[in-house]
């Protein structure tokens, strides 16, 4: 649906609301995020979108209102590879998310997180929710099931206003996952795992041809070689022979064909993991983030490995919007 309005915390270089800017239609207001190599990704490629900066020091009542309101929050008090001090983390900034949505009230708001979300801090997070007048569903998706060759199991959440029956959803979602609560979620399965009330898979981007590169569609022929690279990138990146990828072969061919792009090499000259393989490997567009001016490597790789897939961000949004918000949603 024309005119809707995003507003983004935690932005990063904005892989989530690539997806969410697919799925609804939807243009983006304002971003918010404190981190130098951020800023300078959001700076260089949106230099007339506001970047609001600290949402912790945010007065709500003076940011323009949105529509959606979205954002991929700090993951590391959560995280299996961190301390997992979940809401006693310094780093926690949900209640500052919360306090947004109380004052900006919109009619849809979108979240994403570790996997690992789910067994530490997720109860607060749906409680809150449920106390500003939230429903809520939930899904776990692998960046796989959408064709990546790298699993990155992800929560996504989507949650609209329990008084807003023009939306079309039910009621009584918030607090109820597949089982009786958010830990009975996190179970081993392979598709769309722990879906709120119910079951159900995204359809892999391969199938549907998915949002593409940077949620920007699919290249097709008329502007690039085949593989969506357009003139500027065929002399940088050549098809790298078979052998190079071992038993890796099969996965990163099948990204190719999603991606619309080849793999860069995945090492630099100086036999280091190279930014552009990441880049490829999360789904965006060659040179989105290792083409911005001034960034180092160091701020290319925190960057990246903070980010999300444009496309399984779609995918799991999609599905969560066809429950909750189909008068909403478009094809994604």
Same mark, same amino acid.
């Given at each position: 649906?024309?005119?809707?309005?995003?507003?983004?915390?935690?932005?990063?270089?904005?892989?989530?609301?690539?997806? $969410?800017?697919?799925?609804?239609? =939807?243009?983006?207001?304002?971003?918010?995020?404190?981190?130098?190599?951020? *800023?300078?990704?959001? =700076? &260089?490629?949106?230099?007339?979108?506001? *970047?609001?900066?600290?949402?912790?020091?945010?007065?709500?009542?003076?940011?323009?209102?949105?529509?959606?309101?979205?954002? @991929?929050?700090?993951?590391?008090?959560?995280?299996?590879?961190?301390?997992?001090?979940?809401?006693?983390?310094?780093? &926690?900034?949900?209640?500052?998310?919360?306090? =947004?949505?109380?004052?900006?009230?919109?009619?849809? /708001? $979108?979240?994403? *997180?570790? =996997?690992?979300?789910?067994?530490?801090?997720?109860?607060?997070?749906? %409680?809150?929710?449920?106390?500003?007048?939230?429903?809520?569903?939930?899904?776990? $998706?692998?960046?796989?099931?959408?064709?990546?060759?790298?699993?990155?199991?992800?929560?996504?959440?989507?949650?609209?206003?329990?008084?807003?029956? &023009?939306?079309? &959803?039910?009621?009584?979602?918030?607090? !109820?996952?597949?089982?009786?609560?958010?830990?009975?979620?996190?179970?081993?399965?392979?598709?769309?795992?722990?879906? @709120?009330?119910?079951? +159900?898979?995204?359809?892999?981007?391969?199938?549907?041809?998915?949002?593409?590169?940077?949620?920007?569609?699919?290249?097709?022929?008329?502007?690039?070689?085949?593989?969506?690279? @357009?003139?500027?990138? !065929?002399?940088?990146?050549? !098809?790298?022979?078979?052998?190079?990828?071992?038993?890796?072969?099969?996965?990163?061919?099948?990204?190719?064909?999603?991606?619309?792009?080849?793999?860069?090499?995945?090492?630099?000259?100086? *036999?280091?993991?190279?930014?552009?393989?990441?880049?490829?490997?999360?789904?965006?567009? %060659?040179?989105?983030?290792?083409?911005?001016? +001034?960034?180092?490597?160091?701020?290319?790789?925190?960057?990246?490995?903070?980010?999300?897939?444009?496309?399984?961000? /779609?995918?799991?949004?999609?599905?969560?919007?066809?429950?909750?918000?189909?008068?909403?949603?478009?094809?994604?």
């Amino acid at each position: 649906m024309a005119g809707l309005r995003i507003g983004s915390l935690c932005s990063g270089y904005r892989g989530l609301d690539m997806a $969410v800017e697919k799925v609804f239609g =939807a243009t983006t207001a304002w971003v918010s995020d404190i981190d130098p190599g951020a *800023n300078k990704i959001l =700076a &260089h490629r949106w230099p007339t979108t506001p *970047n609001i900066g600290d949402l912790t020091a945010a007065r709500w009542d003076d940011v323009e209102s949105v529509d959606i309101l979205c954002g @991929g929050y700090p993951c590391q008090p959560f995280s299996t590879t961190g301390l997992r001090k979940g809401t006693q983390d310094e780093r &926690h900034i949900w209640p500052y998310i919360a306090d =947004a949505l109380r004052v900006l009230r919109p009619r849809v /708001a $979108v979240f994403e *997180n570790v =996997a690992g979300h789910l067994r530490l801090g997720f109860d607060t997070v749906l %409680a809150d929710l449920a106390g500003l007048g939230f429903d809520a569903e939930w899904c776990l $998706v692998r960046a796989s099931e959408v064709g990546a060759p790298h699993p990155r199991r992800r929560l996504f959440l989507l949650a609209t206003p329990s008084d807003a029956p &023009h939306l079309g &959803h039910e009621r009584g979602r918030t607090a !109820r996952g597949r089982g009786d609560g958010p830990a009975d979620g996190d179970r081993t399965a392979t598709h769309a795992e722990g879906v @709120g009330r119910g079951e +159900g898979r995204p359809e892999p981007a391969r199938q549907q041809g998915g949002p593409g590169p940077a949620g920007g569609g699919r290249a097709t022929a008329a502007d690039t070689d085949g593989l969506g690279r @357009g003139p500027e990138e !065929r002399h940088i990146w050549a !098809r790298q022979p078979d052998a190079v990828w071992g038993r890796f072969l099969p996965a990163v061919r099948r990204w190719e064909r999603v991606t619309g792009r080849y793999a860069p090499r995945a090492t630099d000259d100086r *036999n280091r993991l190279s930014p552009a393989f990441v880049e490829w490997l999360m789904g965006l567009r %060659a040179g989105h983030v290792t083409d911005v001016p +001034g960034l180092t490597r160091t701020q290319q790789l925190k960057a990246l490995g903070n980010g999300v897939v444009p496309q399984q961000a /779609a995918a799991a949004i999609q599905l969560l919007a066809s429950r909750t918000v189909p008068s909403l949603a478009v094809a994604a």
